[in-house]
């Protein structure tokens, strides 16, 4: 292998393996800074997406012509404009990717974060289909064209960044905040747009309010950019850039030979972005355009959920680095192959109680992938091919399958009258994704340095404790000879 840049490393602890613990206050304010860095940019991105989802409505009536209260055609072009971003993640992987791999995860950080903020903030100052005709929602799929290239390179690059910075002992831990972030971000949304639609009604949100929302990307991205150029490369890249352990055609050299960990990844992030897209993306628009309920009450049901779990990810991101990722991901797949539809169905009820329920068993199930998943997905690569080989898996299959998810829902429910589909979705995408776990490797505490792949390899199939522990003395013996 050879590296065309040699990537230097500030780091305060030169003298400590990548994986081991901080020891002293600047190492340990390094750490949190990384950790910061990549949740706060993780947050924006999806700040922006739930804002689109949250405000499907309004945009439907403002660059497509909908009728107020149509969940037909209107909404269904909205979202298909985000699905359409969605198919330009791939080759935001394509390209983001490998240069990751080359040049460092540090620097397209801070460009993803760079083009999502200026296109997210451009929307907020789009004409619409009345002043602009056919010109609007050309200027609208524009931007989502941006969002979605810099999409490609975000949370890949986010969560690489994060995993390849964290103790291996706490990986799942630390790992969990890139989906806190997240999680804040959809939050934040909902709050907002929530509030405005509480305080100047539909009215004043197709006149002009549902602006404000995207607006407010700008500051926060600013601070996600200020503080992502002060973050200083993660240890194990810049470990394995000063031994030449990156190649010069690491998209090559991941579909030679890591396809399998290619396609693995696919299967598992079907499950993982159908269920969140679903949840906390299509979800206001299912309960107010096809079940009747009220836009605010949905909204508020939805940012109590998310409350809820906030509260939850972190333990279950600690609870991984002890039991191990894939027990909780399998009893995750499983919980949604059998209780998605009876979840969907209790959406439907007249009950608010019920209604609650449905939700929470959705939320519960999903903060159990998203606490392990920043800490197992990096884990499936070696370092060379790490942020490429999760780009394009995660990005193909996003385009492809979850990210066309609410588009389809939406016109399904529409052309069958199935009020259930999305649940059906979910059941799908479960066996999918429940294949998928099983072949995946054990990686709870295994290092990420050198160029094999980590986690012990028998550890493929059912899981089973000891694989943990092999892990954990496996990564104390490569740092000890550090």
């Known amino acids: 292998m050879t590296s065309p840049h040699s990537v230097h490393n500030a780091h305060p602890e030169p003298g400590i393996a990548p994986g081991a613990e901080p020891s002293t ?5 390094t750490l949190h800074r990384s950790i910061l860095g990549s949740a706060l940019g993780n947050a924006v991105e999806w700040f922006d997406y739930g804002v689109y989802g949250y405000l499907t409505i309004y945009m439907a009536v403002n660059f497509f012509g909908s009728e107020e209260g149509d969940g037909g055609l209107g909404v269904t ?8 971003s969605f198919l330009v993640r791939p080759l935001g992987g394509l390209i983001l990717g490998p240069l990751g791999d080359k040049v460092g995860r540090q620097k397209i950080m801070v460009l993803t974060v760079t083009l999502m903020t200026v296109a997210t903030g451009a929307i907020g100052v ?9 010109l609007a929602p050309v200027l609208l799929l524009v931007c989502r064209l941006v969002q979605g290239f810099s999409a490609g390179g975000e949370y890949g690059g986010a969560a690489v960044y994060m995993a390849e910075s964290a103790p291996d002992r706490r990986r799942g831990f630390l790992g969990s905040f890139l989906e806190f972030g997240t999680t804040v971000g959809f939050m934040l949304a909902a709050i907002v747009c ?8 539909d009215d004043g949100m197709e006149a002009g309010w549902w602006r404000l929302p995207f607006l407010l990307t700008i500051p926060l991205g600013l601070t996600a950019l200020w ?4 973050l200083v490369e993660a240890p194990v890249f810049s470990e394995a850039s000063q031994h030449k352990e990156t190649m010069r055609s690491p998209l090559r050299h991941a579909l030679k030979h890591n396809w399998r960990q290619l396609l693995v990844l696919a299967g598992f992030v079907v499950l993982l972005n159908v269920a969140f897209y679903l949840i906390l993306g299509y979800m206001p628009t299912y309960l107010s355009g096809q079940l009747g309920h009220s836009t605010a009450q949905g909204n508020w049901m939805l940012v109590a959920i998310m409350g809820l779990m906030l509260l939850a990810i972190p333990p279950v991101g600690a609870l991984s680095d002890r039991v191990g990722r894939k027990p909780l991901l399998l009893a995750a797949a499983l919980g949604y192959t059998l209780l998605s539809v009876p979840a969907v169905m209790l959406l439907g009820m007249p009950s608010l109680a019920l209604q609650f329920l449905g939700l ?7 903060v159990i992938l998203v606490s392990s998943v920043s800490s197992t997905l990096p884990a499936l690569f070696p370092t060379a091919v790490r942020y490429t080989g999760f780009a394009i898996a995660y990005n193909f299959s996003t385009a492809f399958f979850a990210g066309p998810s609410q588009t389809v829902a939406n016109q399904l429910i529409e052309t069958t009258g199935n009020q259930l589909v999305p649940g059906w979705y979910m059941a799908l995408a479960g066996v999918i994704g429940l294949v998928s776990i099983l ?4 990686t709870a505490q295994a290092t990420l ?9 028998r550890s493929v199939g059912l899981p089973k404790r000891e694989y943990v522990e092999l892990n954990r003395a496996d990564a104390q013996k490569r740092r000890d000879s550090f």
């Open 126 to 134: 789009l004409p619409t289909l009345e002043t602009a005709g056919l």
């Open 449 to 457: 340095r050198g160029e094999e792949l980590p986690g012990d390899p």
């Open 77 to 84: 072009l909205t979202l298909a404009t985000l699905a359409l």
């Open 439 to 442: 072949f995946m490797r054990e």
């Open 360 to 366: 929470a068993v959705l939320g519960f199930l999903l």
């Open 227 to 230: 503080i992502r150029t002060r």
């Open 194 to 201: 929530t509030t405005l639609i509480t305080i100047v009604g």
């Open 25 to 29: 206050q600047e190492g340990k304010r």
